[in-house]
């Protein structure tokens, strides 16, 4: 199983609302890892972590709030956004550093906030 | 820390014609560089990748070169398809010791018919 599973795959929210985005690799891999993509730009690191513990936030508002329950599963939970919020964030999965440190990308949720 | 520049942003081919994208990094501690595809609406996937002791590595018509003196790197794709189509990225891990992948800006590649 080579796949990373993200859900939902699309959301809508308001500017007082709370959601969570959720994230489940099974390929053994313990490094996880949130990215956000804005249209034409690259994926942009927002959080890294290894081991289930945080090992990168890059300065990420607390609007943002990562968690990691176990080595499987990753979440960011999200509140009072804004609406420059809405973008694609993806979520990808690796082998911490050793013979193979490939990144695996799940597909994505598209997050719009109104 | 680790920054990538990635040209051109966008290139546009004849279809069989070759595309070579180039990628510079200026952290000379990173050893890991993978080539991702996204194609639109979806997820970016590793194509190659290619790690700093060795110089090019390739599979069937992709390519990728590295030079570690110049730091920088590049993708090869000969004889182009329309489903080459996508937005290109070059990637670098910055530390030996850090899960950071670090993105280039993309290319985006059209292939035509």
């Known amino acids: 199983d080579t796949e990373v599973t993200q859900t939902p795959k699309h959301l809508v929210m308001g500017m007082t609302n709370k959601k969570s985005l959720k994230c489940e690799q099974h390929?053994?891999?313990?490094?996880m890892y949130w990215y956000k993509q804005k249209a034409k730009k690259p994926p942009e690191l927002m959080f890294v972590?290894?081991?289930?513990?945080?090992?990168i936030n890059e300065s990420v508002p607390s609007r943002f709030s990562p968690e990691c329950p176990n080595s499987s599963l990753l979440n960011l939970h999200l509140h009072a956004l804004q609406p420059e919020d809405s973008a694609l964030y993806l979520c990808?999965?690796?082998?911490?550093?050793?013979?193979?440190?490939?990144?695996?990308f799940g597909q994505g949720t598209r997050l719009t906030v109104v | 820390g680790e920054n990538v520049e990635q040209h051109p942003s966008t290139l546009s081919v004849q279809e069989g014609d070759s595309a070579v994208i180039k990628c510079t990094y200026s952290?000379?501690?990173?050893?890991?560089f993978p080539w991702y595809k996204q194609e639109l609406g979806k997820r970016p996937q590793l194509i190659i990748d290619?790690?700093?002791?060795?110089g090019e590595k390739k599979d069937q018509r992709i390519a990728v070169t590295l030079n570690k003196t110049a730091k920088h790197f590049s993708l090869h794709i000969t004889e182009t398809q329309p489903e080459d189509s996508a937005v290109y990225f070059c990637?670098?891990?910055?530390?030996?010791?850090?899960?950071?992948?670090?993105f280039g800006t993309g290319t985006r590649l059209q292939v035509f018919p």
């Open positions: 990808a999965s690796s082998q911490v550093r050793g013979s193979s440190t490939e990144a695996f």
């Open positions: 390929m053994g891999h313990r490094a």
């Open positions: 972590y290894s081991y289930e513990k945080l090992s």
């Open positions: 952290d000379s501690a990173s050893n890991y």
């Open positions: 290619i790690r700093s002791n060795v």
């Open positions: 990637a670098a891990f910055p530390h030996l010791w850090a899960d950071k992948l670090i």
